[in-house]
């Protein structure tokens, strides 16, 4: 059984930094895309990166490019290490898989399996 689980979500005062992880167990499937979106009050669930698991490959929204960056490690854990927070970047933050070779794009359709989120908070 898939599993995704995050942590490292709180509350951050904007300009600060912020590191989330993703832990995933029970991939029986060696070629995967692992995401990031995100959901903000009032809002759609929108994505906010994707790394290739086997390639390293990684892509983000124009809204954090330059300041968020995903990595993965042996341990089957993939973090997003967030830096110069704004305000607007407050939201529930997922992470999601995506089977399958290549790197998947940026559509939630595309995501089988979805961690329970977990909730940043920029103060300004």
């Known amino acids: 059984q898939v599993q995704l689980v995050e942590s490292g979500g709180g509350l951050v005062q904007a300009g600060n930094s912020l590191r989330l992880s993703c832990a995933t167990s029970g991939f029986a499937f060696t070629k995967y895309t692992m995401a990031w979106f995100r959901r903000a009050p009032g809002k759609e669930r929108e994505f906010v990166g994707a790394?290739?698991?086997?390639?390293?490959?990684s892509y983000y929204a124009d809204s954090v490019k330059g300041r968020f960056t995903i990595s993965k490690d042996n341990k089957k854990t993939v973090d997003l290490q967030m830096n110069s927070l704004k305000p607007e970047d407050t939201a529930v933050y997922y992470c999601?898989?995506?089977?399958?070779?290549?790197?998947?794009?940026?559509?939630?359709?595309?995501?089988?399996?979805w961690g329970q989120g977990t909730q940043v908070t920029v103060s300004s």
């Open positions: 790394i290739s698991w086997t390639s390293g490959a």
């Open positions: 999601a898989a995506s089977p399958g070779p290549g790197l998947a794009g940026r559509s939630l359709d595309e995501y089988d399996y």
